[in-house]
């Protein structure tokens, strides 16, 4: 089945420290991957994408993601986060030809002082 | 810094009334996708439609949901008759979409949509 898996549902993490939120895909969807987050009540904010090129992906905000082929994951990683990271992060991959996105589940990120 | 534009942001309405929502996609993006989020079911695909013509509504109840697109710079989603079950938040997201499928698609800030 095509599909986009976040092994985490939730993160809790402190301050300044390091984090990885892993996303997993399914062979069969696209290797255009995205990662979006979503604050309380807000839309979905795009963070960074995949289309080709250099597999280490940088976004917005000092988050970066790799693309791995072998491993099929594309884990989103900040080397240090901080109280404002916390939010909902999603992955998600384009199924088809048409464009249109699958997601993941969402994993919760939570920065604690 | 063009958006994608959604109305209402908020919808508070009882059962059996008809709910129209509304997005503004941003300009020269050729498609034009309508989701909905929920606690249960994470984020679904509903519709999309590409230059004005739609692709794909598998998503959507048809005996209840429609989408249409009456022009480049409107897309809408209507629910008739409303129920609670179809309480949540409604987003609307754009792209220019290339062959093969690549493309990024920006999100509106979506429209919460609560069915009494």
């Known amino acids: 089945a095509q599909s986009v898996t976040q092994l985490d549902s939730q993160v809790p993490v402190f301050e300044e420290a390091p984090v990885e939120l892993r996303c997993n895909y399914s062979s069969s969807v696209s290797v255009y991957l995205f990662w979006y987050v979503q604050y309380p009540n807000q839309g979905l904010q795009l963070l960074l994408k995949?289309?080709?090129?250099?597999?280490l992906v940088k976004g917005i905000n000092g988050f970066e993601a790799e693309f791995n082929k072998s491993q099929t994951s594309f884990h989103l990683r900040k080397p240090s986060v901080h109280i404002s990271d916390t939010a909902e992060y999603f992955c998600a991959a384009i199924r088809g030809s048409q464009g249109n996105l699958i997601f993941g589940k969402g994993t919760k990120l939570s920065v604690k002082p | 810094d063009a958006r994608v534009t959604q109305t209402p942001r908020h919808k508070v309405t009882e059962m059996g009334q008809e709910v129209t929502m509304r997005c503004q996609p941003i300009?020269?993006?050729?498609?034009v996708f309508w989701y909905r989020q929920t606690m249960m079911q994470g984020l679904e695909l509903l519709a999309y439609?590409?230059?004005?013509?739609?692709?794909?509504d598998s998503g959507m109840p048809k005996d209840r949901f429609s989408a249409e697109m009456p022009d480049a710079t409107l897309a809408t989603l209507k629910i008739q008759p409303s129920e609670p079950r179809d309480s949540a938040v409604y987003f609307c997201a754009s792209g220019l979409v290339l062959s093969g499928g690549a493309g990024t698609q920006y999100f509106g800030p979506g429209t919460r949509l609560t069915v009494l």
């Open positions: 995949y289309l080709s090129g250099s597999t």
């Open positions: 300009l020269g993006h050729n498609t």
């Open positions: 439609f590409r230059n004005r013509a739609p692709l794909d």
